[in-house]
């Protein structure tokens, strides 16, 4: 079964700063998907990449298969961004077993 | 855009009643699951549905959880008789057959009382 650990716990940044989380697993996968969950509890769902990299807006996804880790970016960040942000991997090689979730970066990005 | 629906937003409920979560997956999916959140904690898989079975089931769900797909829309999950530790947020998710990429709903919060 995959462990999935992501870091930092918390992190607080000013806003306009570049933002770097960090997601590793144990297993491989076919791909890794990093989530969004607000304040109201609602999840969405950001990027599922199989490998190198994804762009979407201000949000930079990567990964790295053989290292068994990704990295979300955010640039020039804004109190908007604030939330938690989730990888979850495929529990194991197949997909019956849903997803794994790490334990989530709290991010607040001060005006 | 084709998303998950999730009813009700919010449920309060005595211990030992009976509820029902209901969800709306997307309607081309073939693969459904559930997933639960203690507040503070992380998410956490509870079973998948595929082809009108239980696919897989974690450990969390135990004989007091059931799914079923009971028409062509609704996949629901019900728990028999609510405890107080079976407050949380659950996620129903969707996916297409051959991929992984899950569509989440909005979450149903349950609270026990």
């Known amino acids: 079964k995959n462990e999935v650990e992501q870091s930092p716990q918390n992190l607080t940044a000013q806003e306009g700063e570049f933002i770097t989380i960090n997601c590793s697993y144990s297993v491989g996968i076919s791909a890794l998907h990093w989530l969004q969950q607000h304040p109201g509890g609602g999840i969405v769902s950001l990027f599922m990449?199989?490998?190198g990299k994804k762009k979407h807006g201000r949000l930079i996804a990567t990964i790295n298969i053989q290292e068994k880790h990704s990295s979300l970016h955010i640039t020039a960040s804004h109190p908007r961004d604030s939330a938690v942000y989730i990888c979850?991997?495929?529990?194991?090689?197949?997909?019956?077993?849903?997803?794994?979730f790490g334990k989530g970066t709290h991010l607040i990005i001060q005006p | 855009e084709p998303e998950v629906t999730q009813t009700p937003s919010h449920q309060v409920t005595q211990m030992g009643q009976e509820v029902i979560l209901r969800c709306v997956p997307i309607s081309n999916h073939l693969y459904f699951y559930w997933y639960r959140q203690i507040l503070g904690q992380k998410v956490e898989f509870l079973v998948s549905f595929y082809n009108n079975e239980i696919s897989e089931k974690s450990e969390i769900f135990d004989d007091q959880f059931s799914v079923e797909r009971p028409d062509g829309s609704n996949f629901t999950l019900k728990i028999r008789s609510t405890k107080l530790e079976d407050s949380a947020m659950y996620f129903c998710?969707?996916?297409?057959?051959?991929?992984?990429?899950?569509?989440f709903g909005q979450g149903t919060r349950l609270t026990v009382v």
């Open positions: 998710a969707s996916q297409i057959e051959g991929t992984t990429e899950a569509f």
């Open positions: 979850a991997a495929p529990s194991s090689g197949g997909g019956a077993d849903g997803l794994t």
């Open positions: 990449l199989s490998s």
